[in-house]
């Protein structure tokens, strides 16, 4: 049976591991590599779609966990699906829910079945399984779902983590097994192994193995040192396919996404643009800056004076500083519109340095600036 | 010399006291009769101003007492007035912050200098003085400027609003006599007098002697019964000349704009489509729905049927309930878009039926509907 989702390679960078792509989904295509705006509970915080999509987003993320508990799967497939739901035409990733229950601590129990939680929102008992977290994103209809498995935690003991990672390895036989409509929608496994080299690379073998149309790099970014995380991610994304999309899930600041990119990462996601605007907090070419500090109170320039978003072109530091204080909606409306369209801006900039051959300069330029050394 | 804004009457209804006309600003005309969104921060609540301005908006409320406190007049000076500030360059009325220090309570003071007062913010003394809030809109710029009045509080005994009346027309000299910049902004008179018919006469009178270019009535819709509101303002109207917009000051619910049209009002403005909309309340052609409830669970048809909004062309009642009820800011832009939209579609439809000399007609088929006794 063919995937739902294709991955093409376009041009590889001449000096870096970084790739330019493209993904073909069945609602539209995504030009890698992409940072993804996300939308926990079925819509992008403080966002109408229509914005994400005309700042270049060609797709979003969604969570099973939240959309499981509210509204319910069954309700979004009643609706029609998530797109129509949420009024989003283009494509869709859901995550598999098991870093959410994972994050629950006391609230959830593992066994080989699954994980027993209680709900964040009103204490009631559940299971998801591996069967149940298909389920679920079937009934979404997400383009990409992503396979259950478990984030072990940092620090964490070889013992640990290698029965952990046999764990997220049967459960991604079960989750293969009850995938239905592999015609609409695809699904990544997603590698852990924790900081263990060995463990990473028998994790991605066996995964690889399986065959699947996409995958993802699970455990990183959970509390290590850069350089740590910086290191094992040189040598998973060794262990896998070419021709397959590799992403590495819950990374967003600028740096973390032009490391990636650097080692040859194609899809990120992050929920920090849409947070940090929530609270008073813009990323600019010139680094980020906190739009409550007194120096911006009759700073009548737009955020990032290099940017073009519709923020900038129509506010003011002084007026997004205002109705922040006042504690208005509009200030996280316009901080997160800001937010979103610079990663997604700076991936552009990233796609068109990799196609020129010139990411490392491209890299050296931002940062140069970013970090104010230029 | 000649004034900011003038009014032209197009039309009077046959049977009603509803006109149909046209005022004229600096930043635009205003099709009257026209409900007015409010900006009380200088921001619509959880709306973009070209988002008010699509739906047809071509004149908005922001507020002096406000403003004043955070950030500053001054401060909107230096961005170049308010409506650069705020991004939207059709007409602006300001309130003149009387109504909200009255509000106050045990926290302010009057005399017949002004109105002494602690900020709501951080307990700040601060007095607001007739020249003071003509100082503060000369700053902000807006087309439409209020006197700064006192708006007596409901029940009241006579002499108290006689009183109270003298001296809001003495304010009213002050006032007059303070403002700047006449050939751009335009100063309103309020109207007082309480629920007493000859004060109302009285006050009327002496105001349109001193000559304003529009006139409005204050101390409506603060507490008294619905029928003697409407008896109040069907006097009120009768002493206000023909050839100057009327404006009902913060009535904003389909039932009172339709009773203030009738009656030769031009001009209404309420927080309350907003206001309720924060809440998950919806104003629609059936009357209000209160999204929250269990009945829209499932429920995959727009908020109103018969509306084609943003809002409703996008999203079921299911996917406003769900984001609701996840505290998504999302519920409050779809809800206040549809909101605002409502009032502003619904006047629309006001203008044509008296256009038609069908005001009346056009009521009884809203009320039938609004009211379901169709």
Redesign the interface.
């Known amino acids: 049976m063919t995937d739902a989702i294709t991955y093409e390679l376009l041009h590889q960078d001449r000096r870096t591991g970084a790739r330019r792509g493209v993904i073909h989904t069945p609602h539209g295509d995504i030009q890698t590599p992409v940072f993804m705006p996300v939308g926990t509970?079925?819509?992008v915080?403080?966002m109408?779609p229509e914005q994400v999509r005309e700042m270049g987003a060609e797709i979003i993320l969604s969570n099973t966990y939240?959309l499981y508990l509210?509204?319910g799967h069954e309700?979004i497939r009643?609706?029609?699906g998530l797109h129509r739901?949420?009024?989003w035409n283009r494509a869709i990733l859901t995550d598999s829910g098991g870093f959410q229950v994972f994050s629950l601590g006391q609230l959830r129990k593992i066994t080989e079945e699954g994980v027993r939680f209680q709900s964040h929102i009103d204490g009631s008992r559940h299971i998801l399984t591996p069967e149940k977290a298909v389920e679920i994103q079937n009934a979404l209809g997400s383009d990409i779902m992503m396979a259950f498995d478990e984030c072990a935690p940092y620090p964490a003991d070889r013992e640990y983590i290698r029965d952990s990672m046999e764990r997220t390895l049967r459960w991604l036989e079960r989750c293969k097994a009850a995938h239905r409509n592999r015609e609409r929608q695809s699904l990544f496994a997603i590698m852990q192994g924790g900081m263990y080299r060995d463990l990473r690379r028998e994790c991605a073998e066996r995964m690889v193995e399986m065959d699947f149309p996409g995958y993802a790099i699970g455990g990183l970014s959970v509390g290590e040192p850069k350089e740590q995380m910086l290191e094992i991610l040189d040598d998973c994304v060794d262990y896998l396919p070419q021709d397959r999309p590799r992403y590495l899930m819950g990374v967003g600041t600028p740096d973390y996404l032009f490391e990636a990119v650097e080692r040859g990462i194609d899809m990120c996601d992050c929920v920090e643009p849409t947070r940090i605007a929530r609270h008073g907090l813009a990323t600019t070419s010139r680094g980020r800056i906190n739009i409550k500090n007194a120096r911006f109170?009759?700073d009548?320039s737009p955020l990032d004076p290099e940017c073009d978003c519709y923020t900038c072109r129509?506010?003011?530091r002084?007026?997004i500083?205002?109705?922040f204080?006042?504690g208005?909606?509009?200030s996280?409306?316009l901080l997160s519109n800001h937010n979103l369209h610079f990663l997604i801006n700076m991936m552009a900039g990233m796609r068109k340095a990799i196609e020129e051959d010139r990411f490392t300069e491209f890299k050296k330029e931002f940062y140069d600036k970013y970090y104010g050394t230029a």
Chains 1, 2 share one sequence.
Request: proline share 3%; no cysteine; glycine share 2%.
């Open positions: 509970q079925a819509a915080k403080a109408r939240h509210r509204p309700l009643e609706a029609g739901f949420m009024n109170e009759r009548f129509n506010y003011s002084a007026y500083r205002h109705v204080k006042a208005e909606m509009m996280a409306m």
